[in-house]
């Protein structure tokens, strides 16, 4: 259950600051298929409730996907969040260019 924790609070921090700074209150939060999404979601709400923050965040999950050099581009499998170094291309075994889902992003 722990696991998403830290991208969790990560996330807050930034939503907390657009909050705080420019008074957004809208987000979307677009989380790679990489981390453990209904977790991340179920915290995510959790934690905007438990520091009262009035704004809305909806998570949208994103695919991880690479283009390669072979001339592979698409999906890949990514086990956690911490295995996105190591990801290689299911064509041809090489590093591919990730091109979405490298990371969280917040859109406001
Ligand atoms: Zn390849």
């Given at each position: 259950m722990a696991r998403e924790v830290k991208y969790v609070s990560e996330t807050i921090g930034k939503i907390?600051?657009?909050w705080a700074k420019n008074g957004k209150r809208n987000f979307i939060v677009k989380v790679p298929k990489s981390h453990h999404v209904k977790e991340f979601e179920?915290?995510?709400k959790q934690m905007l409730i438990h520091y009262a923050v009035?704004?809305?965040a909806e998570v949208q999950e994103i695919p991880v996907?690479?283009?390669c050099e072979c001339g592979y581009v698409g999906e890949v499998k990514v086990s956690s969040p911490e295995e996105i170094k190591k990801v290689t291309c299911p064509n041809c075994n090489g590093n591919g260019k990730i091109i979405s889902g490298k990371k969280i992003e917040i859109i406001c």
């Open positions: 907390m600051k657009e179920t915290l995510l009035p704004v809305r996907t690479i283009e």
